[in-house]
């Protein structure tokens, strides 16, 4: 009877069942004084555990090596023994498809480019035909003109289905939209774009024992912590990274990576602004805002592509053609793009008062910031465009807009238990400021011109200040409120705006925010 001893050898540490059978032929190995007159074959099955799992990068991370050796106990083979070495099993590497998104991105001109082809070659097709078959094609269109209006209805009717089912609803606010691109899609997209922005601003970003960094890295996870009933929020872990640039500018990938310019920091005047802005830029990726735009582009640009080819073939020139398509460009980014972009915009400003008030910050500073923007525009002699030409509401229209939005943002505030606000407004303190420079202005201008000089905005908690340190790097952390259960529980607050009862997160006082 033969004895069979195997000796496995598994580089892992992670093993999964499969089933591998192996049927190969041994060689007999003859020891000194022990005749061999054959080879033997030999089949055998072995079950084991083995693990062949790619890491996320698509390196294998084990192989295996099977070593099989084969006794025989009885005199006429006894020297002999059957030997397997060195057979060895490879993981292949896994394909990882790219984003759906990145393809688009990659694919969208190429789309553009075989349009214009073929409008450019049906116009020479169709000026190479003889007069006579040309009017036979017109005829042959007119006689079918009701076949071919069929056609193009059922095409519609197809399309409006596609579009049906892409259908989607807002977190947050509950609204309809269009989504080709799931927020998974943009997810791997965001990881990609958050390495090519660390590797752009590399030399960039503020140490994070600045105090600028800690400031907002507070904030930041401040209204992630009060807002941890929205998934959207709870399921994204958020890093903050602040680059040393003039920009006011601040952005937030869908991923979480929060990038704050320190132009903007030193554009807000306290932490409470602070906070409205970096609501606003978190509810662009809480509400996914950089997918929906791009499918609504995506589809446009898909149905553009139709006109374009109709410019190209109809054209007599291609020097026609091309302003017809500079034309058709801009009608689209005039019609749809921009329109699109200022209205989610809006949107973000007024799910981003709600993450703040949740916070328990005073919403009323996001007006004073916006009228703070307008001011400093006008002081430092910006352009200023008609808002129809911008991707962005004007300054002016936003904080109207969230002065219009106030009273729900207090009080679902209040209904959080937050601590009081202070009895001075912080809008009214602004526009008495305001006022008053205005007319110190209009005093040294009738003095003469060597004593006027442009008006400067005071340095106080709810004006525009000259640096971060005076404004911001002063706030200390205060107490805790006695009267608040700083415990993260759950408690309810009611959204008498939409007349619902909805649990919140978002109770306590907001601890790295002065409450007077």
């Not at 969208?108 to 190479?128: C, D, E, F, H, N």
């Not at 509950?174 to 774009?193: I, K, P, Q, W």
């Not at 006695?482 to 705006?497: G, H, M, Y």
């Amino acid at each position: 009877m033969a004895l069979l001893c195997g000796t496995l050898l598994l580089r892992s540490s992670r093993f999964c069942a499969v089933s591998t059978h192996f049927t190969r032929n041994f060689r007999v190995c003859k020891p000194a004084g022990c005749p061999v007159k054959k080879t033997c074959s030999v089949s055998s099955t072995i079950t084991d555990c083995v693990h062949m799992r790619a890491t996320r990068s698509g390196a294998p991370v084990s192989f295996c090596r099977f070593q099989i050796c084969l006794k025989s106990s009885s005199p006429l083979s006894s020297g002999s023994v059957l030997t397997q070495c060195g057979h060895q099993i490879h993981t292949s590497a896994p394909l990882r498809a790219l984003p759906a998104p990145l393809i688009w991105m990659v694919v969208k001109p190429l789309q553009k480019l075989l349009a214009i082809i073929l409008g450019r070659s049906l116009r020479k097709w169709w000026v190479a035909l003889p007069d006579n078959r040309r009017e036979l094609m017109r005829e042959w269109a007119w006689q079918r003109r009701w076949h071919l209006t069929a056609g193009a209805g059922v095409a519609m009717v197809i399309v409006a289905l596609l579009l049906l089912t892409h259908l989607d609803e807002s977190p947050v606010t509950g609204r309809t939209r269009l989504l080709v691109f799931s927020r998974e899609n943009y997810m791997e997209l965001a990881a990609l774009t958050s390495e090519a922005y660390m590797e752009e601003f590399a030399e960039l970003l503020v140490p994070v024992t600045d105090p600028r960094h800690q400031v907002v890295e507070r904030v930041v996870q401040h209204l992630a912590q009060r807002n941890k009933d929205i998934p959207e929020v709870s399921e994204v872990s958020w890093s903050v990274h602040v680059v040393q640039s003039p920009n006011v500018n601040a952005f937030v990938l869908p991923n979480g990576k929060v990038f704050m310019f320190t132009g903007m920091l030193e554009a807000i005047a306290d932490v409470h602004q602070l906070s409205v802005v970096l609501g606003h830029e978190m509810a662009h990726a809480v509400l996914g805002h950089s997918a929906e735009q791009a499918s609504l582009s995506h589809v446009v640009d898909l149905l553009s592509l139709i006109l374009l080819t109709a410019i190209w073939a109809v054209c007599p020139r291609d020097s026609v053609a091309l302003l017809g398509q500079w034309v058709q460009g801009k009608l689209t980014e005039l019609m749809f793009q921009r329109p699109y972009s200022r209205r989610l915009e809006a949107e973000a400003d007024e799910v981003g008062l709600q993450l703040a008030a949740k916070a328990c910050a005073d919403v009323r500073a996001g007006p004073v910031f916006w009228q703070q923007m307008e001011i400093r525009d006008q002081l430092t002699g910006e352009p200023t465009f008609p808002e129809w030409l911008s991707t962005h509401p004007s300054h002016r229209n936003r904080f109207t807009q969230l002065d219009r939005l106030m009273p729900q943002a207090l009080e679902l505030r209040e209904s959080c238990v937050c601590p009081a606000l202070p009895a001075s407004d912080p809008r009214v303190v602004f526009s008495k400021s305001v006022r008053v420079l205005l007319e110190n202005a209009k005093h040294q201008a009738g003095r003469g011109p060597e004593r006027a000089r442009k008006p400067q905005l005071p340095h106080g908690p709810t004006s525009l200040p000259a640096g971060l340190p005076a404004a911001l790097l002063a706030q200390s952390v205060p107490p805790p409120s006695p009267n608040v259960d700083q415990s993260s529980k759950d408690v309810e607050c009611v959204d008498r705006q939409n007349n619902s009862q909805e649990s919140y997160t978002c109770c306590g006082s907001f601890a790295i925010l002065p409450t007077g």
